[in-house]
């Protein structure tokens, strides 16, 4: 350990991740850090204010993604470390379950397949020297369905199905994300917002092949209340910034002589909003989440129903996908363009103009509502909030990161840097990752304490 350096772990990004990775850092059993060396840097007076507060909310099954991606694992493996925190740190949480509704055969495949693909989890690893084990999912009949829950349309005819996922549920974000900051600073962890890092230096290390092997300096913007910059020293660097991750890392990359780099830099994240809409009257009021069934490549889940955890349980729909180019042109429901984007500086947050969700988009997203609640009353929907996916690609003409198995899906981006020492990057870390981010918490907390080989053998080839 490089005793002169300010921090053992600078953490950027007070979301849900940067504060996963702070608790786990510091309870970790056996991490060497010592918490009071442990430093989370946020741009915004107040953390978790970007994604993370602007989802859907709900703990998520796993069922989605490739069977060895991170997705999946981190999924399974986050929401078991999720339910049990929430249960011993009083985050309020309930185990709502939710129907996956197919209206025809093809859907009815696609969810047959969904539980071929679960059985198959059994003995895959999770990364922590465990299996992810069983991902309950039961079929729903016709009778029940329609004794439980009436209004809910499936075209049974047409081969239709239900199915279920007992394990999925809804948590208070901020609840959790509270208690994660609560953890981190009694066990002696420093958080300091309103700290915009504009980039990170390897601090010179002659003679050794690791950039950042004798710590590095971050350096962070003026803001109104802090008029000077100000710089840093940590042995390790940790990119938690959402939905400026990729921009961070890449002016990482640009802070250093070309011929010096070990890494390419990435192109800029594409960005797929998602309106949510609320729903003001008492009926129909469906008792558990319910989604249309997935399609492969999509850029979302669905228009799907979510509930909060308010008595009797509010009800809303979303999101939707529409792509916005916030540092730049207009926005569009079409996929982006190939042609790159500007690349903001890291420090340089969304414009809060492109949060208003889109009045232009509830037109759609009620036809896509009434395909399985018919009854709704349409002219009591109304725009509500919305959040903006962080969608990573890896090469230039690529779209950003589909649903599925096959063509378009881009993984979560969780690694130790070759080439680096002490910097990790967490970055597309689109949904699942709330229910992911306590088992990101942890993989990041062994990557940085040198346990285990994730880093190397898993997540994205680029
Ligand atoms: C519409 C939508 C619905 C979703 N629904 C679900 C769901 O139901 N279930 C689920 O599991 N997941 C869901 N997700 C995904 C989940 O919300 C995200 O994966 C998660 O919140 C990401 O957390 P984060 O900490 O990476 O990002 P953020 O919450 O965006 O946190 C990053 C933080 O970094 C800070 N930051 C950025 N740059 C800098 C810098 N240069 N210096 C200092 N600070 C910086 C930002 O201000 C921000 O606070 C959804 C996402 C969206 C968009």
Redesign the pocket.
């Known amino acids: 350990m490089v005793e002169e350096l300010d921090f053992d772990a600078v953490i950027?990004?007070?979301?849900?991740?940067?504060?996963s990775i702070a608790h786990s850092l510091t309870s970790h059993h056996s991490s060497p850090l010592d918490p009071s060396r442990i430093l989370l840097?946020?741009?915004?007076p107040q953390?978790?204010?970007?994604?993370?507060?602007?989802?859907?909310?709900?703990?998520?099954g796993g069922l989605y993604y490739p069977p060895a991606s991170l997705k999946t694992r981190l999924?399974i493996r986050g929401r078991r470390l999720l339910y049990s925190f929430c249960e011993s740190h009083n985050v309020p949480h309930r185990k709502t379950g939710k129907w996956i509704l197919a209206q025809d055969c093809a859907q009815t495949g696609a969810l047959k397949r969904m539980i071929e693909k679960t059985k198959s989890l059994r003995d895959v690893e999770d990364g922590v020297g465990g299996t992810l084990g069983e991902t309950p999912l039961r079929w729903v009949s016709r009778e029940e369905s329609e004794r439980e829950e009436p209004d809910v349309h499936v075209d049974w005819e047409a081969g239709g199905s239900i199915l279920e996922s007992p394990e999925t549920g809804i948590v208070d974000?901020h609840s959790f994300m509270l208690a994660l900051e609560g953890r981190f600073t009694e066990a002696g962890g420093t958080v300091a917002v309103e700290?915009?890092?504009?980039k990170a230096t390897p601090l010179p290390a002659p003679g050794s092949d690791s950039l950042g092997s004798n710590g590095w300096e971050i350096t962070?913007s003026p803001t109104s209340t802090i008029p000077d910059p100000s710089a840093i020293t940590s042995r390790a660097v940790i990119n938690?910034?959402?939905?400026?991750?990729v921009s961070?890392f890449n002016a990482i990359l640009s802070s250093l002589p070309s011929e010096a780099s070990p890494a390419e830099k990435l192109p800029p994240l594409k960005y797929?909003?998602?309106n949510?809409f609320s729903y003001s009257r008492s009926s129909p009021r469906p008792s558990r989440l319910l989604y249309p069934a997935p399609v492969a490549g999509a850029s979302?889940l669905g228009t799907h129903l979510?509930l909060d955890l308010s008595d009797p349980p509010r009800v809303r729909f979303?999101?939707d996908v529409e792509w916005v180019t916030p540092f730049s042109s207009p926005s569009s429901s079409s996929p982006p363009s190939p042609e790159p984007e500007p690349e903001p500086r890291?420090?340089e947050?969304i414009p809060t103009e492109i949060y208003a969700p889109n009045p232009a988009h509830l037109a759609q997203a009620t036809r896509e509502i009434k395909k399985y609640l018919p009854s709704i009353d349409a002219s009591s929907l109304v725009p509500d909030y919305?959040?903006?996916?962080?969608k990573l690609s890896l090469h230039h003409n690529q779209e950003g990161g589909g649903l599925g198995e096959g063509k378009g899906f881009v993984d979560f981006y969780v690694r130790k840097e070759k080439g680096f020492a002490g910097l990790v990057n967490?970055l597309g870390?689109?949904?699942?990752?709330?229910?992911?981010?306590l088992a990101v918490g942890e993989m990041v907390a062994r990557l940085v304490v040198g346990e285990g080989d994730w880093g190397e053998r898993e997540g994205l080839k680029r």
């Open positions: 950027i990004g007070g979301g849900v991740i940067g504060l840097l946020e741009r915004h953390l978790g204010t970007e994604t993370s507060s602007r989802n859907s909310e709900v703990i998520h999924c974000s700290s915009p890092v504009s962070v938690a910034a959402g939905l400026s991750a961070l797929a909003k998602g949510y979302g979510t979303g999101p890291p420090e947050t919305s959040g903006i996916r962080p967490c870390i689109e949904s699942p990752g709330l229910t992911s981010s």
